[in-house]
Nanobody
Framework: QVQLVASGGRLVQSGESLKLFCLDS????????MGWFRQAPGKEREFVAA????????LVADSVQGRFSISRDNIDNTVYLQMNSLEPGDMAIYYC????????????????????WGQGTQVTVSS
């Protein structure tokens, strides 16, 4: 059974840093692109960042460019989202996602193009 387990979300103060984790518990996606998305109440799901299967290429949304970064460790089967200088506008449920394509170097920011999703982790930023 495919399982992406997102964790690390919590309440932080504006300006603080936070690191999110996405565990591929069944070791299914070491050859897949992985991504992070977020969804705030009343808003559509928004792309945050993505990384190719080998970690060689990343794509980061303009809204978080320079503050957020994505990385992965295929030995630990974990994808990370490092978030710095958090702002109240970053408050959302953060979801990790995986692409079913094998060893693709294509990264997309379109939610419907991603095949598997984790359950989400809540990030709350107080001003």
């Amino acid at each position: 059974q495919v399982q992406l387990v997102a964790s690390g979300g919590r309440l932080v103060q504006s300006g603080e840093s936070l690191k999110l984790f996405c565990l591929d518990s069944e070791r299914t996606f070491s050859n897949s692109a992985m991504g992070w998305f977020r969804q705030a109440p009343g808003k559509e799901r928004e792309f945050v960042a993505a990384i190719t299967w080998n970690g060689g290429n990343t794509l980061v949304a303009d809204s978080v460019q320079g503050r957020f970064s994505i990385s992965r460790d295929n030995i630990d089967n974990t994808v990370y989202l490092q978030m710095n200088s958090l702002e109240p506008g970053d408050m959302a449920i953060y979801y990790c996602a995986a692409d079913a394509a094998w060893r693709s170097f294509y990264l997309t920011n379109t939610p419907s193009s991603w095949d598997y999703w984790g359950q989400g982790t809540q990030v709350t930023v107080s001003s």
